[in-house]
């Protein structure tokens, strides 16, 4: 009986320091509100190589085009039949909303400027908004722009003729003041998804 004793207080013992060292369990991460999902903040910032491009009224586009304001931007060409015009649609939504500010940017970059002539693009992008910037040039600049963005494209069939296939990344970019990117949007895209990122990483860096 003596010897149960003793064992009883070291097993005793040993449970206490067994609950005293346990680390506690972590909190469960809280969930990602729906309108919020496929929404990436960048941090740091992505800072832009110097590019010049050409806009719907043969304008140029550069750097400094995107200083100043912020912009939603997004990469397509002008016969895509379904991403394009189902994101420019949201964005035009995007900029009826009453708390969306007014001195936000929207801009169209074509990834495809051997079709996509700067005639075409207004007509593109002002069937969605008057105020939207359609956006191409050459081929390397459009590259130096989208590669530190992690924009994909590539063409499929006979880029010879004119009867080809563009395939596209399709995210919606923001582009501070100060010229860098600051997050992005995975499609589908959704006026609400679109707004309510726009609007917490504004305000976070205003």
Not at 39 to 46: E, K, T
Request: net charge negative.
């Amino acid at each position: 009986m003596k010897k149960i004793i003793p064992i009883i207080f070291v097993a005793i013992g040993l449970a206490i320091l067994a609950t005293t060292f346990i680390p506690p369990a972590e909190p469960p991460e809280p969930a990602i509100p729906e309108d919020l999902k496929g929404v990436f903040i960048d941090s740091p910032a992505v800072r832009l190589p110097d590019f010049e491009l050409v806009d719907h009224n043969n304008r140029i586009f550069n750097n400094a085009s995107l200083k100043g304001q912020w912009s939603l931007v997004f990469f397509g060409f002008t016969n895509c039949p379904d991403v394009c015009p189902t994101s420019m649609t949201e964005l035009n939504k995007v900029s009826a909303m009453p708390d969306t500010p007014e001195d936000t940017q929207y801009v169209f970059i074509s990834v495809d400027p051997k079709r996509d002539s700067s005639e075409k693009l207004k007509e593109f992008v002002t069937f969605f908004n008057d105020k939207f910037i359609g956006v191409s040039g050459q081929k390397s600049e459009i590259d130096k722009f989208k590669e530190p963005l992690g924009v994909i494209y590539g063409f499929e069939g006979d880029t010879t003729s004119e009867d080809y296939v563009v395939t596209h990344f399709a995210a919606i970019y923001l582009i501070a003041p100060d010229g860098k990117q600051r997050a992005y949007a995975l499609a589908p895209h959704s006026a609400i998804q679109i707004s309510r990122a726009y609007q917490l990483v504004r305000k976070h860096y205003d």
